[in-house]
């Protein structure tokens, strides 16, 4: 069933409003009328299952048929922190870690990042992404849309690690500790506890500096290989945000 993300306020009462590229969506692309069902959610506490009433001058207004449990979000809440990579490969990471579950993104500059960064041009950017990820989050049937920040310099990353419960560092020439290894007595110790916050870093095409694994090292991160195989850096991030929502029973894991 179709899903769109409205804010609180188109929440009234028994009713919702939709208005602006959903309303369109609705009436254009989907030619949706009157009597047809589809769910809508604030992204925060409530979703509902409602029913159209009226479709006139860009508004659709829809009646509220039933209240939804939000219960599509892993109970592991885990951002991804992408080194800005080059052309529209952080659109794809946005993309298709929304749809695995990525709770947050957060863009950051590291040593090898190649993409020059103009602030001018981030607020374009941060809407593009903010938009990938919804549409994301809507055909996924995601209870939320994950947040999309501005780009942080790597030393505001590293100020960062005290926020969350695990640190997982992907490093390319981590031969030793491999992810599984480092989240499952993880996993085991704290039961997959609802709420817990994990950050996992990945770098840039050229991968982090030995100068940048010893900083995340000792600012609290665990460094982690992904196997024998070296990823490409719009790939990695999807592979580990999948290995540690196995791990933590979101797929039928431990």
């Not at 993300?5 to 949706?32: C, L, P």
């Not at 694994?213 to 290989?225: D, F, N, T, Y």
Request: aromatic share 8%; net charge negative.
């Amino acid at each position: 069933m179709q899903r769109y993300f409205v804010s609180q306020e188109q929440f009234k009462g028994d009713t919702v409003e939709i208005t602006g590229e959903d309303a369109r969506h609705i009436a254009k692309v989907m030619r949706s009328k009157e009597g047809d069902t589809f769910i809508v959610s604030d992204g925060r506490e409530r979703e509902a299952l409602v029913e159209i009433r009226s479709i006139d001058q860009g508004v659709v207004t829809t009646a509220v048929v039933e209240m939804l449990a939000m219960t599509q979000e892993p109970r592991v809440k885990v951002t991804i922190a992408q080194s800005l990579p080059k052309g529209d490969k952080m659109e794809t990471v946005i993309q298709k870690c929304t749809e695995i579950g990525a709770a947050a993104f957060v863009p950051f500059l590291s040593e090898r990042t190649i993409v020059q960064y103009d602030a001018k041009k981030e607020e374009k950017r941060i809407v593009r992404w903010s938009k990938i990820a919804k549409e994301a989050a809507e055909q996924s049937h995601r209870n939320r849309v994950p947040e999309v920040g501005y780009p942080i310099h790597w030393k505001n990353l590293l100020a960062s690690f005290s926020a969350y419960d695990a640190v997982y560092f992907c490093y390319e020439k981590e031969h030793g500790l491999q992810l599984r290894d480092a989240v499952k007595p993880w996993i085991e110790k704290t039961g997959a506890a609802a709420g817990l916050q994990v950050l996992l870093i990945v770098g840039p095409e050229g991968g982090f500096s030995e100068e940048e694994c010893r900083a995340a090292e000792e600012a609290g991160a665990v460094s982690i290989g992904l196997g024998r195989r070296i990823l490409r850096c719009e790939t990695a991030g999807m592979v580990a945000l999948a290995c540690i929502l196995y791990e933590s029973g979101e797929m039928g894991g431990a």
